[in-house]
């Protein structure tokens, strides 16, 4: 069965830190798709990364990093130089080609404190 | 890209009230999503709207409970009917970013409903 988790609850660091977000999967299909989303106060969640079963090159945006690894059935994400603006909650989510809606994460509440 | 517009953007409702929320998409999409996330909670999904059909229901999620319309190809409405405080959440709308059936998602700010 399809499972995504996200074992850190809340993770609190100080600003400037790099932290890391954990996301593991579990699926039966060859071909996914993984997501992070972000989920600020106000709300509205925000569209991180997507990156497909294929493609295991890690990814860096800024600040942001991915890191996917089939062996270990991670999709781990990394804010390098915390900003306090960072804090929100992220969601990794899974979603198959056999059934391509998302199976979310719990979620890992982020605060960088200043 | 997509831009989601919901309304309301928040209420408080009495217990045994109906509320319809809406979503307007500014482009069209065939397929459109209604999630909650109570709580300090993930995000379900209660269905999936496609114009002219009826919605998709998840399970535990119920058309009288639920009622949603899709009268075309930029707008839904869900009504949370005879709520309950166990309905208090966040009721969101989304749309598929691509329409390759990928599951990446552009979401509306959400509909913070409080029952009391």
């Known amino acids: 069965a399809q499972k995504v988790t996200q074992a850190q609850t809340e993770i609190s660091v100080v600003e400037k830190e790099d932290v890391t977000l954990d996301c593991v999967y579990e699926?039966?299909?060859?071909?996914?798709?993984l997501f992070w989303y972000k989920q600020p106060p106000s709300g509205e969640l925000v569209f991180l990364i997507r990156?497909?079963?294929?493609d295991e090159q890690n990814e860096i945006s800024g600040r942001y990093s991915w890191n996917f690894q089939k062996s270990t059935s991670s999709f781990n994400f990394t804010i390098t130089a915390s900003q306090v603006v960072d804090s929100a909650v992220y969601f990794c989510?899974?979603?198959?080609?056999?059934?391509?809606?998302?199976?979310w994460g719990a979620g890992t509440k982020l605060i960088i404190k200043p | 890209s997509a831009v989601i517009s919901q309304k309301p953007s928040r209420d408080i409702c009495q217990r045994g009230t109906s509320l319809t929320i809406q979503c307007q998409v500014d482009?069209?999409?065939?397929?459109m999503f209604w999630y909650r996330q109570q709580p300090g909670q993930s995000l379900t999904l209660i269905a999936t709207?496609?114009?002219?059909?009826?919605?998709?229901?998840e399970s535990g999620f119920v058309i009288d409970k639920f009622p949603i319309s899709r009268p075309n190809l930029t707008f839904s409405t869900l009504t949370v009917s005879n709520m309950s405080p166990e309905d208090s959440s966040i009721y969101l709308c989304?749309?598929?970013?691509?329409?390759?059936?990928?599951?990446?998602?552009?979401f509306g700010e959400g509909s913070r409903l409080t029952v009391l």
């Open positions: 989510a899974l979603s198959e080609w056999s059934n391509y809606q998302l199976i």
């Open positions: 990156r497909n079963s294929f």
């Open positions: 989304s749309v598929e970013a691509s329409g390759l059936n990928t599951g990446e998602l552009f």
């Open positions: 482009s069209q999409v065939t397929m």
């Open positions: 709207a496609n114009q002219g059909s009826e919605a998709t229901y």
């Open positions: 699926t039966r299909d060859t071909t996914y798709y």
